[in-house]
Each structure stands twice: as C-alpha cells, then as structure tokens.
Nanobody
Framework: QAQLVESGGGLVQAGGSLRLSCSASRGTFTDFTMAWFRQTPGKEREFVAAITWSAGSTDYADSVKGRFTISRDNAKNTLYLQMNSLKPEDTAVYYC????????????WGQGTQVTVSS
C-alpha cells in the first residue's frame, strides 16, 4: 500500500530549527517529484517546496526561500525539509506529497506533522 509518513515536527522557539522527514513506501518515491505543503486551521493548504527525482531541480515558496532546504535520499526513500530561522507564521501542519514526474497533481499524501513556533 502506497504510504508517506512524516516525522520530526514539534515545538520550537522563533529563530530555531527543525528537520522534517518523510519516509516513502515502494511506489511513491522512485521517479517521483516530492514536495512539502503546510496548512493552518481555516486556510487552504499551501505549497512550501518541491524537488525532482534527480534532485536536479528544487522550488520554494517565496515565504521560505533562504530559510528552508528540501532534499532527498533516494537510497533511503526519504524526503527531508530542513527549516532554519523559524518564525511563528511557520506554525502549521506539514505534509509531504508525491507525484509521478509526468503528472501535475500530487496524488500521494502523508498524514501530516505539527510544527509549532513560539514567539
């Protein structure tokens, strides 16, 4: 069964760092583009960052550029999001997602991990 499982969320003070991980099951990672999204109550889920299978291309939301870094370890079927200089507005549930490289819509989603940044 296709599955994405996030981990690494928690409570951190503003200015601190966290690293999120997403472990992917077979059929959800190889040759897939991976991404992180986030959502706060009452708001739509928003794009955070994405990375292609070869890691040759990455993309970031303007709000996280220069602070967050997306990476992947294809040998371990794991996606990462290194978050530095965290701000209270980064507080959200973070989701990882994947899609085949030739598909535009993300089709696999994790259950989410809570990140809370205190001021």
């Amino acid at each position: 069964q296709a599955q994405l499982v996030e981990s690494g969320g928690g409570l951190v003070q503003a200015g601190g760092s966290l690293r999120l991980s997403c472990s992917a099951s077979r059929g959800t990672f190889t040759d897939f583009t991976m991404a992180w999204f986030r959502q706060t109550p009452g708001k739509e889920r928003e794009f955070v960052a994405a990375i292609t299978w070869s890691a040759g291309s990455t993309d970031y939301a303007d709000s996280v550029k220069g602070r967050f870094t997306i990476s992947r370890d294809n040998a371990k079927n794991t996606l990462y999001l290194q978050m530095n200089s965290l701000k209270p507005e980064d507080t959200a549930v973070y989701y990882c997602a994947s899609r085949p490289s030739f598909v535009r819509k993300y089709i696999y989603w994790g259950q989410g991990t809570q990140v809370t940044v205190s001021s």
